[in-house]
DNA sequence: GTGAGTCCCGGGTTTACATCA
DNA sequence: CATGATGTAAACCCGGGACTC
């Protein structure tokens, strides 16, 4: 995985996975409208009132991205490697004639047409079982491809043509995805027509858009969760490691007399809770040995409403964080 | 309440194009 | 310069959820 700006603003220069990990989303803006059409900018339309067919069941979806989006600053497309030969790419998509331009729009100005392929659907089985008149339609009305390509070819269904979007038009793009990722239809209609494209293109790429954001996402997630485990992996090391070297200090007493107890452990046989106090200060000034006759480091001391103490393995000791006081322990 | 129709989305795939060795 | 490998963006397909009628 590279480091590289990849045009998404999503850089994996990840640090100390242990505190920077990004913040719990935002909470969500309120719904407004559909699609957050309320923060449209640019001179797109004004977020209408739900046209008929705009739902709300996306704004799961969009507040799911939000967060994705709103710690995803996007570079501008000129930063963007993969757009670098943008402007040395014919432009197929520049000004269809502005009869087409207007034919589109005239056409296609109304809600009943969002662009969308199932739009042109028939009822029978499903969806899209006209999409290739539809794309016919589409190849025909823009791309700047209009008549002759499709008059020599004549079957403008059989080959799609991909073209690239302009430097301008995906900048424009990008504009909009980083102010809501997501479109109405009005929105796109607008959109389209500022940017010379078929509804449909920018409905295309608004998907593309979203799809490449989130896979950025699973690897920044992904990266960070391998750093996690790396940490880890290494705490459990130098754990273990640490036991080791206790338990052979454990066979010969002799050989760490002297050493002050950095902890002592107790435990309630009860529940098997066990419980941490600093007892560092005073080992040194009194016995290393409790009455046990174990070195304090080793030792179990119970609570004083505990008869029996009681000798532990260490390795609980990692395990440890307990609360200080509770019904059971009242005076831990 | 239910089914059909519609719209939109996410996920996955295909395809065209650009770049590079 | 031609060519194949590779990466990426645009376009597509499919299934499904939500909504209206």
Known sequence: ???????????????????????????????????????????LLPSPPLPFGQRHHHVANHQRLSFMINHAPISPPDLNPDTRSYARVIDVNR??????????TAERDDDAFVSSPNSTVSSVSGKRV????????????????????????????????????S?????????????????NPKQKLALAKQ??????????WFQNRRARTKLKQTEVDCEY???????????????????????????????????????????????????VSS??????????????????ALQVSMPSNHQKQTNLFLPRASIIPHRPVDAHHPRW
Not at 3 to 31: F, H
Not at 99 to 104: D, R
Not at 138 to 161: F, Q
Not at 167 to 183: G, I, M, P, R, S
Request: net charge negative; glycine share 6%.
């Open 95 to 104: 000004p269809p004639s502005t009869s087409a331009v207007a034919a589109l």
């Open 130 to 165: 006209e999409r290739e008149d539809n794309e016919a339609e589409r190849e025909s009305s823009s791309h700047g491809i209009s008549g002759e390509e499709e008059d020599d070819g004549g079957d403008a269904s059989a080959a799609r043509k991909k073209l690239r979007l």
């Open 225 to 275: 969760l391998k750093r996690c485990c790396d940490t880890l992996t290494e705490e459990n090391r130098r754990l273990q490691k640490e036991v080791n070297e206790l338990r052979a200090l454990k066979l010969s007493p002799q050989f760490y007399m002297n050493m002050n107890p950095p902890t002592t452990l107790t435990m309630c046989p009860q529940c098997e809770r066990v419980a």
């Open 195 to 204: 940017l010379d494209l078929r509804p449909r293109q920018v409905e295309v």
């Open 1 to 43: 995985m590279s480091e590289k700006d990849d045009g998404l603003g999503l850089s994996l220069s990840l640090k100390c996975p242990e505190n920077d990990y990004p913040p719990p989303p935002p909470p969500p803006p309120p719904p407004t409208g559909a699609s957050g059409s309320s923060r449209l900018p640019l001179n």
């Open 279 to 296: 007892s560092s200060s005073s080992a040194a000034t009194s016995s290393t040995h409790g009455p046990t006759g174990l070195p304090k």
């Open 167 to 183: 430097k301008d038009q995906a900048a424009v793009l990008e504009e909009t995805f980083k102010e809501h990722n997501t479109l």
